[in-house]
């Protein structure tokens, strides 16, 4: 019996370390393929044509300034998710006592089933694996092996959990991801066609191989990440994460939607300087519970709901 609960411990055990070895093959996967498109975009194709004057001169610059500054957004953004712990529960924490549910009962009690959602998603939760109570939409991650507050999902991507304190680090690395895939896709667009076509093309194999590489590479990329893209844009605008999204399907009205302005800025924080950027102002992480990840405020009234 002992032995063979040793055994699967040892199972489990060399288990995470196969999942921790794929991840610095994920990490760098990702940094393959930007090696890939920066020597088909820049090295191969934009950066020479710099040097051809006129017309040719004009667009590389037009392609080359955006394509770094992207690049630079992208990858700091991704190594912000990659980076930053998503949030753990802190040593024996204790939900905060008062509790709100009191003053929004009597004020809608009569015709609202939603009240009673509302306090069977208040009740405590407690996480059998950690042995410690969870905060609210906290969840256990099975990779992990650990409660992560707000969690959203674990993504490979980024070998990390994607949770409440690098949610918006995430969200900007799909962005800039989009943005960047989409514009390598559009400029190497001429070259892939010139492919196809019976001309003679200029280039050695191995230079023309990695453009059209780079070309169905980014293309795949920007058409996949769009759909996450669209995934997330309704669910930061509904206040949900993609664990909740699936749970909530038994109740429709939803205690933390709070309105879509509200919702974004619990994400992204309320200072427009730092939307943009994977990182938040310090008087947002000073004024806003939500940013870490162990209080969020709900509405006070089910009633007045918008969508
Ligand atoms: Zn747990
Ligand atoms: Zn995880």
């Known amino acids: 019996m002992h032995r063979s609960r040793a055994v699967m411990a040892w199972n489990v055990f060399k288990f995470c370390t196969a999942l921790r070895g794929l991840g610095s093959i994920m990490i760098l996967l990702v940094l393959g393929v930007v090696g890939v498109t920066y020597y088909a975009v820049v090295l191969n194709n934009y950066g020479p044509a710099l040097y051809d004057g006129g017309i040719d001169s004009l667009i590389s610059l037009v392609v080359l300034i955006p394509f770094h500054s992207l690049l630079v957004m992208l990858l700091w953004s991704y190594f912000s998710v990659v980076l930053t712990d998503p949030g753990s529960v802190p040593p024996n924490w204790r939900p905060a006592i008062d509790e709100e ?47 992560v507050l707000k969690m959203d999902h674990h993504c490979v991507w980024v070998v990390n959990c ?7 680090y995430f969200l900007l690395f799909l962005f800039y991801t989009f943005l960047e895939t989409s514009l390598v896709t559009l400029s190497l667009s001429p070259h892939f066609i010139a492919f196809f076509s019976d001309g003679e093309i200029p280039g050695t194999p191995g230079t023309l191989a990695t453009t059209f590489l780079a070309f169905v590479l980014n ?21 949900t994460t993609t664990i909740e999204a699936y749970e909530k399907k038994t109740t429709p009205k939803w205690r933390y939607d709070l309105g879509r302005k509200k919702n974004f800025e619990q994400v992204f924080g309320a200072d427009k300087r730092y939307w943009f950027i994977p990182t938040y102002s310090e008087d947002d992480l000073r004024r806003m519970p939500a940013l870490q990840g162990l209080e969020y405020p709900s509405k006070p009234d089910f009633d007045s709901q918008e969508f």
Not at 110 to 132: A, P, T
Not at 162 to 168: C, E, P, Q
Request: proline fraction near 4%.
């Open 101 to 147: 549910r009191g003053e929004a009962d009597p004020l809608n009690g009569s015709e609202f089933s939603g009240v009673q959602s509302d306090q069977s998603n208040q009740r405590i939760r407690y996480c059998r694996k950690c042995n410690q109570l969870k905060p609210p939409r906290c969840h256990h991650c099975s990779v992990c092996g650990r409660c």
């Open 162 to 168: 994607v949770g409440a304190l690098n949610y918006k």
């Open 219 to 239: 293309l795949a990329f920007a058409l996949s990440v769009l759909g996450f893209l669209i995934m997330h844009i309704s669910l930061v605008s509904a206040n």
